[in-house]
């Protein structure tokens, strides 16, 4: 198959995949352009901690795992709180995965998954871990940061590289399923160079399929704070070279820009290892057991 080849058959594998990215971003759109600073949010996140918390974390945007981070720098939720919403939260894999109809069945599964073990972990945390944690109430915080310096981050968009609010929704959600679309083109097309080039029993060996140590290099993958890494590792499962254990690890480990956030807003050190190491451990744990199943 020459280099021509690659390209019609890569452009013949995922060019369906824009309308139904395209729909998906502009119904995200609509969520993400609301207020999310809703302090019926906040206080439900005290209340019910990890179960709301991965409920929230599973709608598929950035702004959630940040906020959760910035309550959590700022003593307002607990650990286990934002470690679920962290664990549930999947990027850009579930639009991803929305536009490829056969993969239908592993996103449900997921989603599911996710969901469970989010808010598991985040009570365990909790309740088991750190039972004597102490967080302020919202009615009783007197503000001790730059609101006027993150509320201007905030308008220009910069905590969500991904996001476009300075255009229309139809022109944001446009851009976006554009730029993951390059993403796909582009892994799809390297990933069959690599099969043609190498050979797939190769390849396997390369990315260590149906080995137990791949969940664990999948996880530490996850950890990469950037959109990229999720769509590696959905594409990988798409092409039969990742396990689905191993792409649940991964996806448990990206936590989008919540730990950029932390370190930015100079969270504790030993909170930000606590929450990399609760994430790592989950991700690898769970990838293992499913490789196992």
């Given at each position: 198959?020459?280099?021509?080849?690659?390209?019609?058959?890569?452009?013949?594998?995922?060019?369906?995949?824009?309308?139904?990215?395209?729909?998906?971003?502009?119904?995200?759109?609509?969520?993400?352009?609301?207020?999310?600073?809703?302090?019926?949010?906040?206080?439900?996140?005290?209340?019910?901690?990890?179960?709301?918390?991965?409920?929230?974390?599973?709608?598929?945007?950035?702004?959630?795992?940040?906020?959760?981070?910035?309550?959590?720098?700022?003593?307002?939720?607990t650990l286990g709180t934002l470690v679920s919403v962290m664990i549930a939260t999947s990027d850009e894999a579930i639009p991803i995965l929305i536009s490829n109809p056969k993969m239908?069945?592993?996103?449900?599964?997921?989603?599911?998954?996710?969901?469970?073990?989010?808010?598991?972990?985040?009570?365990?945390?909790?309740?088991?871990?750190?039972?004597?944690?102490?967080?302020?109430?919202?009615?009783?915080?007197?503000?001790?940061?730059?609101?006027?310096?993150?509320?201007?981050?905030?308008?220009?968009?910069?905590?969500?590289?991904?996001?476009?609010?300075?255009?229309?929704?139809?022109?944001?959600?446009?851009?976006r399923s554009l730029k993951i679309y390059v993403f796909i083109f582009i892994t799809s097309f390297v990933l069959t160079l690599l099969i043609e080039c190498i050979g797939e029993k190769?390849?396997?060996?390369?990315?260590?399929?149906?080995?137990?140590?791949?969940?664990?290099?999948?996880?530490?993958?996850?950890?990469?704070?950037?959109?990229?890494?999720?769509?590696?590792?959905?594409?990988?499962?798409?092409?039969?070279?990742?396990?689905?254990?191993?792409?649940?690890?991964?996806?448990?480990?990206?936590?989008?820009?919540?730990?950029?956030?932390?370190?930015?807003?100079?969270?504790?050190?030993?909170?930000?290892?606590?929450?990399?190491?609760?994430?790592?451990?989950?991700?690898?744990?769970?990838?293992?057991?499913?490789?196992?199943?």
């Amino acid at each position: 198959m020459n280099f021509i080849d690659i390209i019609l058959d890569t452009i013949h594998d995922t060019w369906a995949m824009l309308p139904l990215l395209y729909i998906t971003y502009c119904i995200l759109e609509v969520f993400e352009r609301k207020n999310t600073q809703d302090d019926k949010l906040f206080f439900g996140l005290q209340r019910l901690g990890p179960i709301l918390g991965a409920l929230v974390g599973l709608i598929p945007q950035c702004g959630f795992s940040i906020l959760a981070a910035m309550l959590f720098v700022q003593n307002n939720i607990t650990l286990g709180t934002l470690v679920s919403v962290m664990i549930a939260t999947s990027d850009e894999a579930i639009p991803i995965l929305i536009s490829n109809p056969k993969m239908y069945s592993s996103l449900l599964g997921i989603l599911g998954l996710k969901l469970v073990i989010a808010i598991i972990v985040g009570l365990f945390t909790d309740h088991v871990l750190f039972r004597n944690q102490k967080i302020l109430r919202f009615e009783d915080i007197e503000e001790d940061y730059d609101d006027k310096e993150y509320e201007e981050e905030e308008s220009s968009g910069s905590s969500c590289p991904c996001c476009y609010p300075e255009y229309p929704l139809w022109i944001s959600a446009l851009l976006r399923s554009l730029k993951i679309y390059v993403f796909i083109f582009i892994t799809s097309f390297v990933l069959t160079l690599l099969i043609e080039c190498i050979g797939e029993k190769t390849l396997s060996m390369i990315l260590l399929q149906d080995n137990l140590f791949q969940p664990i290099i999948a996880a530490l993958f996850g950890f990469i704070p950037n959109c990229a890494a999720t769509v590696v590792l959905t594409q990988l499962y798409t092409a039969g070279e990742l396990s689905f254990g191993s792409l649940l690890a991964g996806l448990v480990t990206n936590a989008g820009l919540g730990l950029i956030v932390m370190i930015r807003y100079k969270a504790k050190k030993k909170d930000i290892l606590r929450t990399m190491f609760i994430l790592f451990i989950t991700g690898v744990i769970v990838g293992i057991g499913f490789m196992l199943l």
